[in-house]
């Protein structure tokens, strides 16, 4: 999608009504808004650009993370947003902010993170910025080669609604960590390591995706965002999302901090594709609902419709 | 500059120690560190990419600059890293984080500061990122094209050593306001309104500059790294430097927080083209020293050799 400042197709949300109104002041010079990355036109290659801002407690807290594990989490984050436009990263810069009283192995342990997140993706770490700050920070600059992207935009009612491996393991770890309690290993691995799937959307464009976006907001949030851009309504069968081991049916619907992928593909497509994707990637492919006329999300379960408010904001 | 990771040439000090351990520690990951501006490879065009965090408290402060400065501060701090490997911007992305409790207003404001900084130097705003944080953080990042780039590390025994317009004056604002008093106008707009000196980076590039850097660090700390880049020692006449009409004599030396360049040109270059300069841009440029052989900055004033500690740090 590109829009011109007028307005960015988003859900609802009063986060949502921020960015549009931020985008709205930005009249004529706005470019290439709305979806997950930028995609501009530079040198007669289409390239995919994010950015992707992380504070100490507001997205992590330090007691939940090691160094190393927040430059990963932080650069999968911004990586994930080229997966959703099935772009091919190349470079990654990260803007780091510290406390003076963090040590040096503090710092080249969380550029480790990012280092490593890169390399996952065959990226490289082309530079960044170091300043002091009070809440450990982290921004992450991602550039990736976009020849053939996909947007959010592209959903047609009668497509079908799929989403990439088990949702909800993340947010199951974050409200541990925020009760006190310490999470499983596998629900803390789906918030400290997350994959972004950049290799799996690249092979969904591939296969006909119409519309794709990662999950940043949750299920239902960013189903929302999917039916906003496309004009659609996104019907999710509650019952066929795949929840993570770690977690119950509410966090997998709502729950937000993961970066799996949500496509609308083609209805005729077979729900082999599944099995398919799952022999090359590890990690199973759903179908879920579908795509119809009308606006905005709807959840149904037993055949009837649930009311779900569009995903937990962020702690 | 291109180094693969086993260290960068920066001049001296705890906060440089520690950006060359981070890039130690990216190994091989690591590519075209060590410029104001990470210069890349993509489809067969030079790109220069970079990226500048600002945070609240660290950079400036809230009762300094109105959201309109701050956004167009930070956009232009990062457009010098441009400025100074002579390319031509050609789109920025913001990341903002704003407390809770700032009005819709604000960030439409901040957004416009960028936008108009954006606009200034004919480059687009390609997107961004919006989260919650304690303090107002902004990371703006640059991308622009660089087809003929100047680095840091041309500069040979023998140049002239230059500099763009009169110094002194943002850190002679910021002194005032951190011992509360309200500065000058002229102070002021020096750091509220700093001009990312683009299309100047580009003439002095066609007229043979060898070596370029912004002045975020001051003076004596940018020359600093441009001399431990090009393996060469900066000689600065100090009564040769053009000191802003509010600052003192040590605040243009050592003081920061301004975009200028420094640049170093064939030693035959005439004064003659600081006129040349002045009349094109209706800035001076100013014929400030020399390179010699040697390492680091070597300040002479009446004659006599002064010392002066590499610049002021951030407050």
Redesign the interface.
């Known amino acids: 999608m590109t829009e011109g400042g007028d307005g960015v197709a988003l859900g609802p949300g009063p ?1 949502f ?3 549009r ?2 985008w ?4 004529g ?5 709305g979806d997950d ?2 995609l ?1 036109e ?4 289409r ?1 995919a ?7 100490e ?3 992590f807290r330090l007691g939940w993370l090691d160094p190393v594990e927040i430059g990963w989490r932080a650069a999968a984050g911004a990586l994930s947003d080229l997966a959703a436009v099935a772009a091919q990263p ?2 990654v ?5 510290v406390p003076g009283e963090r040590s ?1 192995a503090f ?3 969380l ?2 993170g990012v ?1 490593r997140a ?2 996952y993706v065959g990226a ?12 450990v ?1 982290i ?1 992450v ?1 991602v ?1 990736g ?1 976009a020849p053939a992207p996909v947007s959010r935009a592209g959903a047609r009612p009668g497509d079908g609604l799929w989403v990439t491996g088990r949702l909800g393991g993340a947010v199951t770890a974050v409200r541990a960590w925020s009760e006190g309690r310490e999470p499983s290993a596998e629900a803390r691995a789906r918030f400290a390591h997350p994959t972004p799937r950049i290799a799996e959307g690249a092979w969904l464009r591939d296969r006909g995706a119409r519309a794709m976006i990662d999950l940043s907001d949750g299920l239902v949030g960013d189903a929302g965002h999917l039916a906003a851009a496309s004009g659609v309504v996104c019907v999710i069968e509650a019952d066929r999302v795949p929840i993570h081991a770690s977690a119950d049916w509410e966090s997998a619907i709502a729950g937000g901090e993961e970066y799996e992928l949500l496509v609308a593909l083609p209805g005729e497509t077979p729900d082999s594709l599944g099995r398919e994707f799952e022999v090359e990637f590890g990690v199973p492919l759903t179908h879920i609902g579908r795509i119809e006329e009308g606006t905005g999300v709807r959840v149904v379960r037993n055949g009837q419709p649930v009311d779900v408010e569009g995903g937990f904001s ?1 702690f």
């Open positions: 986060e009504d921020r960015i109104a931020v709205r002041a930005l009249g010079h706005g470019a290439a808004l990355a930028a501009v530079v040198g007669g290659e390239l650009i994010s950015t992707d801002l992380a504070i407690g507001q997205h190349v470079g810069l990260a803007s780091v902010g040096e710092l080249t342990e550029m480790d280092a890169a390399a490289k770490v082309w530079g960044g910025d170091l300043v002091r700050s009070e809440h920070t921004d600059v550039v080669r962020h």
